[in-house]
């Protein structure tokens, strides 16, 4: 059965847009139709990361306003063909997007696709909650800082009420997802501790995302950072991620503290 | 920096924890509340208008939070001139 997932934070720059990509190519890395949704209209930038930013002929509100059909938009992945991006638009008004017109594109979605991933635009107004509304799982961004950490409370916030799930009175899954996640900052008692986030939030941990450079290397290269570089550390960690959404279990490791007794001792110094 | 305040430097991630298992037990508080005020005024002023004719700006729901119980006031202004709805 099809599951949507809403990737979203109330922060901007946490990780939403990199996150998406990610789990989408990781997911549909197993065999399993997945569709990457870009819901930041006017600024799009799923369609960079995923390094399709030249074939986007329609969007999301060109096939809820009908001009266009959902498979007129949709974009097959060049690396992966169980791997599909709707891309948002970039000039028309966002307040050409309802509700009931979302409700439809989801729904048609729904019939042909194992996963459906919504990237969620920053902010708690309309656009975000638009996002949310279909979802039948939240993964929530997280920066293991305090703006970030206040921001993604407030999204559970509307996840537990502003969502069609709530609403029907079901319970909202939700996720949490630390990214940008420094052991060097972590190991120097300067970056809130991987604990110290999950009581203040308390929702479980789908992961945990290192700070890399890999992330730049791949949102340059157009390509999601898992399909990249296979083997690079948040690859790695994405890709955990994505198996423990699709109910595996496996087991959690914090970024840092495999190092051995040496590397730490000089990774300590160099920081 | 100097080698004295470097050993004397606290880390900081103690503090942000402190200060949001505050700030965000507040902010959770108070989203509640207002919802909650939210929904009874409404709902209030649902049962009455179904009996007399209302302003809806002269309905105060108002609630106050103490430590042991907390008290829900309303006021309702029905004008004289209101006409009763059959019931
Ligand atoms: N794990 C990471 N390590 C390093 N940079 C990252 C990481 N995750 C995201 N970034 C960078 O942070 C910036 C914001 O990321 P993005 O995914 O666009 O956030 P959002 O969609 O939440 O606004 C981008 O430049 C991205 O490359
Ligand atoms: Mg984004």
């Given at each position: 059965?099809?599951?949507?997932?809403?990737?979203?934070?109330?922060?901007?720059?946490?990780?939403?847009t990199t996150?998406t990509a990610a789990l989408g190519a990781?997911?549909a890395q197993?065999?399993?139709k997945t569709v990457v949704v870009d819901f930041d209209v006017?600024l799009r930038n799923l369609d960079l990361v995923m390094g399709a930013e030249r074939r986007v002929v329609y969007d999301l509100?060109n096939v809820?306003?009908?001009?266009a059909?959902l498979s007129q938009a949709l974009i097959r992945d060049k690396r992966l063909e169980t791997l599909h991006l709707l891309p948002a638009s970039q000039?028309?008004?966002?307040?050409?997007?309802?509700?009931?017109?979302?409700?439809?594109?989801?729904?048609?979605l729904?019939?042909?696709f194992?996963?459906i991933i919504c990237d969620?635009?920053?902010?708690?107004?309309?656009?975000?909650?638009?996002?949310?509304?279909?979802?039948?799982?939240?993964?929530?961004?997280?920066?293991?800082?305090?703006?970030?950490?206040?921001?993604?409370?407030?999204?559970?916030?509307?996840?537990?009420?502003?969502?069609?799930?709530?609403?029907?009175?079901?319970?909202?899954?939700?996720?949490?997802?630390?990214?940008?996640?420094?052991?060097?900052?972590?190991?120097?008692?300067?970056?809130?501790?991987?604990?110290?986030?999950?009581?203040?939030?308390?929702?479980?941990?789908?992961?945990?995302?290192?700070?890399?450079?890999?992330?730049?290397?791949a949102s340059n290269l157009g390509s999601p950072v898992t399909l990249a570089?296979?083997?690079?550390?948040?690859?790695?960690?994405?890709?955990?991620?994505?198996?423990?959404?699709?109910?595996?279990?496996?087991?959690?490791?914090?970024?840092?503290?495999?190092?051995?007794?040496?590397?730490?001792?000089?990774?300590?110094?160099?920081? | 920096?100097?080698?004295?305040?470097?050993?004397?430097?606290?880390?900081?991630?103690?503090?942000?924890?402190?200060?949001?298992?505050?700030?965000?037990?507040?902010?959770?508080?108070?989203?509640?509340?207002?919802?909650?005020?939210?929904?009874?005024?409404?709902?209030?002023?649902?049962?009455?208008?179904?009996?007399?004719?209302?302003?809806?700006?002269?309905?105060?729901?108002?609630?106050?939070?103490?430590?042991?119980?907390?008290?829900?006031?309303?006021?309702?202004?029905?004008?004289?001139?209101?006409?009763?709805?059959?019931?």
């Open positions: 059965m099809a599951k949507v997932i809403v990737v979203t934070s109330g922060k901007g720059g946490v990780g939403k996150s990781a997911l197993r065999g399993e006017g509100i809820v306003q009908g001009d059909k000039t028309r008004d966002k307040d050409n997007l309802t509700a009931e017109g979302v409700e439809k594109v989801i729904d048609e729904r019939k042909t194992d996963w969620s635009p920053a902010g708690i107004e309309r656009g975000a909650t638009l996002a949310m509304r279909h979802a039948d799982t939240a993964v929530v961004v997280t920066n293991p800082e305090v703006s970030s950490v206040r921001d993604s409370d407030r999204i559970i916030g509307l996840l537990d009420a502003k969502t069609k799930k709530a609403e029907n009175g079901e319970r909202m899954e939700k996720h949490l997802l630390l990214t940008r996640y420094d052991p060097t900052r972590a190991e120097r008692g300067d970056m809130l501790k991987v604990d110290d986030v999950l009581e203040i939030l308390s929702i479980p941990l789908l992961g945990i995302i290192p700070e890399s450079m890999d992330v730049l290397r570089d296979a083997a690079c550390a948040p690859a790695l960690a994405y890709r955990d991620a994505a198996r423990r959404l699709a109910g595996e279990q496996v087991p959690m490791t914090i970024p840092g503290e495999r190092r051995g007794f040496m590397n730490k001792l000089f990774g300590r110094r160099a920081a | 920096m100097s080698l004295f305040s470097f050993l004397n430097r606290r880390s900081s991630a103690p503090m942000a924890r402190e200060r949001l298992q505050v700030l965000l037990a507040h902010e959770r508080a108070q989203v509640g509340h207002s919802d909650l005020v939210g929904l009874l005024r409404e709902e209030i002023l649902a049962v009455i208008a179904r009996h007399v004719q209302l302003d809806q700006d002269k309905v105060n729901v108002t609630m106050q939070r103490g430590e042991n119980v907390s008290t829900l006031e309303v006021d309702i202004e029905i004008p004289v001139t209101a006409s009763v709805r059959a019931a």
